[in-house]
């Protein structure tokens, strides 16, 4: 059984990490190097990059904060928002960033998930996906941030982007995002066994039970976080000794 994997993501706007509920009422939490370096001391598995602003705003990538990061964090870096076409992958790539994060443009141009697999590797490759709840009890793909709602099924989605060669999808509920009641174990399981590719659950995780009990009641393979960890609520290493202590392997 693979280690579990424990990831910090710091969502960026105008060079500062910020933390919203809902993607909205957003305040500032730091800078986006030192936040990270800390995180790698504290043994977290990944860092996410999010540049939340830079598709609304048609931005393209951070690349001076990626490569500022890349010298000082030593665990694996993925890095999404503004990137629109393979060469920004490969500018992303090559400012430090081990993986790249592509949620809107992939929905915009599915082609973009096909081409950067087939030419940097599916393991570079990480399709973000913001979804909610329909009254029908399914649920729908978002873009921008969460602003537009595509009326795409989540399932179908998660099929295709597998197919296309994703070697990882990081599932972000908008209903349970920032709101720290917990991850969306419904979606999150749904997503999880229509796939084969590993699952990043994201979005909503409050209290240190909450990594544990998505791992026990889904097969994700990895747990992702920002405000409990921001605002120094809990430690990387406090969410591993919770884990390891009910059973589950992590690194």
């Known amino acids: ?61 951070m690349l001076d904060v990626v490569r500022e990061t890349a010298k000082r964090v030593f665990v694996p870096l993925t890095v999404g928002g503004g990137i629109k076409t393979v060469d920004d992958i490969r500018e992303t790539l090559r400012a430090g960033a081990d993986k790249v994060s592509v949620n809107s443009q992939a929905v915009q141009n599915p082609q973009l998930i096909k081409d950067g697999a087939d030419i940097f590797g599916s393991q570079c490759i990480c399709v973000g996906i913001d979804a909610k709840k329909t009254p029908n009890g399914n649920w729908t793909v978002y873009i921008n941030g969460g602003r537009i709602d595509m009326q795409m099924d989540l399932l179908d989605w998660v099929k295709k982007v597998e197919q296309l060669g994703a070697g990882e999808i990081c ?13 969306d174990l419904p979606m999150l399981k749904a997503v999880v066994d229509a796939v084969n590719i590993p699952v990043i659950a994201s979005g909503g995780a409050g209290k240190l039970g909450d990594f544990a009990q998505a791992f026990q009641e889904t ?18 290493g406090q969410v ?10 992590v690194r």
Do not use: W
């Not at 097969?219 to 405000?227: E, F, G, P, T, V």
């Not at 591993?240 to 392997?249: A, M, P, Q, V």
């Open 171 to 183: 599932l972000n509920s908008i209903d349970t995002d920032g709101v720290k009641g917990g991850f």
């Open 1 to 61: 059984m693979l280690a579990k994997r424990i990831i910090p993501c710091l969502d960026v706007r105008d060079g500062k990490v910020v933390k919203g509920v809902n993607f909205e009422g957003i305040r500032e939490v730091g800078d986006p190097v030192e936040c990270a370096a800390e995180y790698n001391k504290q043994g977290a598995d990944e860092i996410v990059f999010y540049d939340i602003t830079a598709s609304h705003e048609g931005r393209g990538v």
């Open 219 to 236: 097969d994700c393979s990895a747990a992702l976080a920002a405000s409990l960890f921001h605002f120094k609520e809990l430690t990387v």
């Open 240 to 249: 591993k000794d919770d884990c390891r202590s009910k059973g589950i392997i």
